[in-house]
T-cell receptor
Framework: DAGVIQSPRHEVTEMGQEVTLRCKPI?????LFWYRQTMMRGLELLIY????????DSGMPEDRFSAKMPNASFSTLKIQPSEPRDSAVYFC?????????????FGEGSRLTVL | GNSVTQMEGPVTLSEEAFLTINCTYT??????LFWYVQYPGEGLQLLLK?????DKGSNKGFEATYRKETTSFHLEKGSVQVSDSAVYFC????????????FGQGTRLTINP
């Protein structure tokens, strides 16, 4: 079975540019999460969706960040305009609903470098 | 609020050494506790979990016991291997599940042959 698929794996961009990260959750999973990992802050939850609806976006750092989930098999995290402090690894994760036991299934991450 | 504190790394051990990575937590109610592992270049994956006091989670030779009296969930392994080199994260969730997993800072473990 395919796991959570993220793209791109690596992105290098210049300050001010728009960045779009993509995620395909595991089929049948009702929850989708976006996390950010940095050396300074560790792993931070940015936002999560349930059945394509954003439930909690309190972790989104500021208005430059936005996330969408137009359907059950696709989500995007957009940063516009990007800044050097946005450099991090961004993880997408998903989990089922009815059997939710606290286990998240993570993608391999998208490493973003903003110059 | 809910929080998790892990021992700071990095931790470097020789193969076959005994491993302990400390984890303590602060939480309201009765959280579930987890250890996740992140191998180089990969996402996190669940290693083990415990959902109530005195439960012991185990997997791949690793163990952790949910100690409510000391609010701890220390990770142990009796004999580590080079392949155990990874970053280990302690985490907790409220009783509702994974929606609000709170992770510790992670502990980088390196095992030398």
């Amino acid at each position: 079975d395919a796991g959570v698929i993220q793209s791109p794996r690596h992105e290098v961009t210049e300050m001010g540019q728009e960045v779009t990260l993509r995620c395909k959750p595991i089929s049948g999973h009702d929850y989708l999460f976006w996390y950010r990992q940095t050396m300074m802050r560790g792993l931070e939850l940015l936002i999560y969706f349930n059945n394509n609806v954003p439930i909690d976006d309190s972790g989104m750092p500021e208005d430059r960040f936005s996330a969408k989930m137009p359907n059950a098999s696709f989500s995007t995290l957009k940063i516009q305009p990007s800044e050097p402090r946005d450099s991090a690894v961004y993880f997408c994760a998903s989990c089922p609903d009815s059997t939710n036991t606290g286990e998240l299934f993570f993608g391999e991450g998208s490493r973003l470098t903003v110059l | 609020g809910n929080s998790v504190t892990q021992m700071e790394g990095p931790v470097t051990l020789s193969e076959e050494a005994f491993l302990t990575i400390n984890c303590t937590y602060t939480a309201t109610g009765y959280p579930s506790l987890f250890w996740y592992v992140q191998y180089p270049g990969e996402g996190l994956q669940l290693l083990l979990k415990a959902t109530k006091a005195d439960d012991k989670g185990s997997n791949k030779g690793f163990e952790a016991t949910y100690r409510k009296e000391t609010t701890s969930f220390h990770l142990e392994k009796g004999s580590v291997q080079v392949s155990d080199s990874a970053v280990y994260f302690c985490a907790l969730s409220r009783i509702q599940g994974a929606q609000k997993l709170v992770f510790g800072q992670g502990t980088r473990l390196t095992i030398n042959p």
